[in-house]
């Protein structure tokens, strides 16, 4: 007991815990002793009366298994695939049960922010998600979490295009997320792009970026790196997306690639299995000129317009590259090829059986999004939405492979594709 009677007590903490306390204490300018006596305070105070058997119960409840949450941040974080996949989310081992509480979000797109908001956070207006571009924002104000999980700008990685890659203006987007690491240590990161990442500016892209994130923060991260194919994993769509998985080194825990399902889903099971209710969501028709209705009556389940046999008054006249999915149709039979989130004329992507474009609720559904998901904002802006999206399903699969990995649970795993 020192002179004003005060009493000290001494307790043990994770030397890292405790190097984050302290550091939030700096930065807000207060001693951590302070804290300590307020947070004491608050408990005795919701806590009248310390009899024994009071602290007994409170010692025995201590000693319930707790279950194990982990928080997490999204950065570029779209309209929320990786978020509901991480609410759908959990393993459970021992009676302790694993899983994700999201504590932030940003993304540049306003109505994207919107559809995050509700539909992760339940409120469209929640402050937890953040509307701004990245190159404005402090990233030392956003808060640390156990787990950073970002999408970052694949505009300049993929093979539509230019593929400026780190010369792009978008290119360069990844490293605010390293700036985040460096400044926050989190238990884990999960990156998403483009499979185009691996051959940007003839692979050198791709080696600096997986250089900074293995390096980031003050342990730096045991990286898997691996090209997932979704149809293989019983996501209803060809994508194909790489996925980088790390975990502090100083944890001593390493991400094994979970194993395709080898479960197959066909286009035609993905949106007539169950059908589509009559008041879902995001369920409008586009509107389609004649010329257009009369040209997909030529086009088999399968085809594209440079495939199918269309009178000439129906050819399409363009230069140059022809795209394969301009005016193709679904093939029944088969995951449908890859949803994209813009493109003028021919680029809706198209029903195998009625001659018109899907609707935003069925290329929801081909990225696996619950019909109970909300998207917010006009017809092209969900649409974009829903193009821009890591499918739900896929994702879900990798982040249940992450809590298991913590959780110490084995699963059956393949190789990576691509070695450190």
């Not at 005060?6 to 204490?25: E, G, P, Y």
């Not at 790196?225 to 001593?252: C, M, N, S, W």
Request: charged content about 25%.
């Amino acid at each position: 007991m020192d002179k004003q009677r005060n009493s000290t007590f001494q307790f043990r903490i994770n030397q890292h815990a405790l190097d984050q306390f302290k550091l939030v204490c700096e930065k807000n300018g207060i001693k951590p002793s302070e804290v300590l006596r307020i947070f004491m305070d608050q408990y005795s105070n919701n806590n009248e009366s310390f009899s024994e058997e009071k602290i007994e119960d409170e010692v025995l409840r201590k000693k319930v298994k707790k279950d194990f949450v982990f928080s997490i941040g999204e950065m570029y974080c779209g309209p929320g695939g990786i978020g509901i996949a991480a609410h759908k989310s959990e393993v459970r081992k021992g009676g302790k049960r694993y899983g994700f509480n999201h504590s932030w979000a940003s993304d540049y797109h306003k109505e994207t922010c919107r559809t995050y908001a509700k539909n992760i956070f339940g409120d469209e207006d929640s402050p937890d998600v953040i509307w701004n571009d990245i190159r404005k924002m402090n990233i030392k104000d956003l808060p640390d979490v156990d787990g950073f999980l970002y999408g970052f700008p694949c505009n300049d990685f993929s093979n539509v295009g230019e593929s400026r890659g780190l010369q792009g203006e978008y290119g360069p987007l990844y490293r605010y997320g390293v700036d985040y690491i460096d400044d926050s240590n989190p238990k884990f990161i999960f990156a998403e792009n483009v499979s185009g990442l691996s051959n940007s500016n003839e692979g050198s892209a791709f080696k600096k970026i997986i250089s900074e994130l293995g390096g980031a923060g003050e342990y730096g991260y045991d990286l898997t790196t691996h090209l997932y194919k979704f149809e293989e994993y019983g996501v209803p769509q060809a994508r194909h997306r790489i996925i980088i998985v790390g975990f502090r080194k100083d944890l001593g825990l390493r991400f094994t690639v979970p194993a395709p399902t080898k479960e197959k889903i066909t286009s035609r099971e993905a949106l007539s299995n169950p059908p589509i209710p009559e008041n879902c969501s995001n369920q409008e028709l586009t509107k389609q000129s004649p010329k257009v209705v009369e040209r997909l009556r030529h086009i088999r389940p399968g085809e594209n317009a440079w495939t199918a046999d269309l009178p000439q008054h129906l050819k399409l006249n363009v230069k140059g590259a022809k795209l394969s999915m301009i005016y193709k149709r679904l093939d029944p039979d088969k995951p449908s090829y890859t949803v994209t989130g813009s493109g003028g004329g021919g680029t809706h992507m198209y029903h195998w059986d009625e001659p018109r474009a899907l609707t935003n609720r069925e290329r929801a559904r081909l990225q696996t999004f619950p019909d109970d998901f909300i998207f917010v904002g006009s017809k092209e802006s969900v649409r974009r939405q829903i193009g821009m999206a890591v499918p739900v399903k896929g994702a879900q699969i990798i982040l249940e492979a992450i809590l298991k990995t913590f959780a110490g649970i084995s699963y059956e795993s393949i190789a990576p594709s691509y070695e450190d």
